[in-house]
């Protein structure tokens, strides 16, 4: 696969778990800019308070067939913001 092939692919599968991941019914946030390998952020907040978690998609390419592609997946948490914690 081509370099301009692996990275659109790369980019192709992130929104296909950010995706999955808005499916669930979780709150996810999109980065502009490559930061710090964070690809998006997902917020939840734990007794009322809001908990930021920083995420990195990563995406391998699984092919059967050179027409029949299949991606694995992973999520990697890369950081964490508690909101509470920087307010002291």
């Given amino acids: 696969m081509a370099f301009g092939e692996t990275a659109s692919f790369g980019k192709r599968q992130e929104f296909v778990a950010i995706a999955e991941l808005l499916r669930r019914g979780l709150d996810v946030y999109l980065s502009l800019v490559e930061y710090k390998q964070i690809d998006c952020v997902k917020r939840r907040e734990v007794d009322g308070k809001p908990i ?37």
């Fill in 52 to 88: 930021y978690l920083d995420i990195q998609i990563k995406a391998r390419f699984a092919g059967l067939h050179r027409f029949l592609k299949r991606a694995l997946v992973e999520l990697h948490i890369v950081g964490a913001n508690h909101a509470a914690a920087n307010a002291a």
